[in-house]
């Protein structure tokens, strides 16, 4: 029987659920799997597919999966002895939303909190996490564990046809900008926790390896890397093309220029 299997549920809202990859599950899987558990990602995103058999199962979902999360949190209970976790930015926010619905609400970042959930040393309920303070001792995501895990869509965007196969990265976690911009769901703004250049390189040659070299970083402000520069400066020896936020007044003439 599988340790963990860990889902991402359908999105009825956006026109390409499969656009994005669910980032979070590949860390969290490779995160488990270093633990010496045996995990599973069941990707639902388009629809539900029938769950193999597990001592737990795993959410993670923002606001417009969280509905469908609950009525499947709902048949796996009734169906297995499996018990279950939801995260993201959903249970991030809402945790009270979820407590009903779920045996575990993890409200945070996960790696640490799904071992400890997995290990039998959390009760159910609320779980606030702990936030990870060296990211590079995060291992690269478990991209291997769905069948196809880079999107044709994600680089042109969304309604803007298919390009080249591309993945999401993230070199850092968190914002230091107060007050927040206004749409922001960021649980935990500061301190931001950045990965190391040699880590994100690291990474991007595992891609180039698997024929990906477009890539879109998730980070809430890119231009913000204490290495920024030297950052810009290996994406361009590696040819990678890339996409990256940031807020207009972290712009500069000289950052416009290195990316």
Avoid at 40 to 65: M, V
Wanted: net charge positive.
């Amino acid at each position: 029987m599988l340790d963990l299997v860990l889902l991402s549920p359908p999105d009825r809202i956006s026109q390409n659920p499969s656009m994005y990859q669910p980032l979070s599950l590949f860390y969290l899987a490779s995160v488990v799997e270093k633990a010496g558990f045996i995990v599973e990602i069941i990707d639902c995103r388009e629809n539900i597919k029938k769950l193999p058999d597990a001592k737990f199962y795993g959410f993670s979902c923002a606001t417009p999966q969280i509905n469908t999360a609950k009525e499947m949190a709902y048949k796996v209970k009734g169906q297995t002895k499996g018990q279950t976790i939801v995260g993201g930015a959903h249970a991030s926010m809402l945790p009270q939303d979820c407590v009903k619905h779920f045996d575990y609400v993890v409200v945070g970042e996960g790696e640490q909190t799904i071992i400890d959930i997995l290990k039998g040393s959390v009760k159910k309920g609320i779980v606030q996490s702990q936030r990870e303070r060296n990211l590079d001792s995060i291992p690269y995501p478990a991209w291997d564990k769905l069948p196809n895990p880079f999107s044709e869509t994600l680089f042109p965007g969304e309604r803007y046809g298919k390009g080249e196969l591309a993945t999401t990265i993230i070199g850092s976690r968190g914002c230091p900008m107060t007050p927040p911009c206004s749409f922001c769901a960021n649980v935990h703004r500061t301190p931001v926790i950045f990965r190391s250049v040699n880590n994100i390189i690291g990474e991007l040659k595992e891609l180039a390896d698997r024929g990906v070299t477009h890539v879109r970083f998730e980070d809430d402000c890119f231009t913000i890397h204490p290495q920024f520069e030297r950052l810009c400066h290996e994406l361009k020896q590696l040819k990678i093309k890339f996409k990256g936020h940031t807020r207009s007044d972290l712009l500069t003439p000289k950052r416009a220029e290195l990316m």
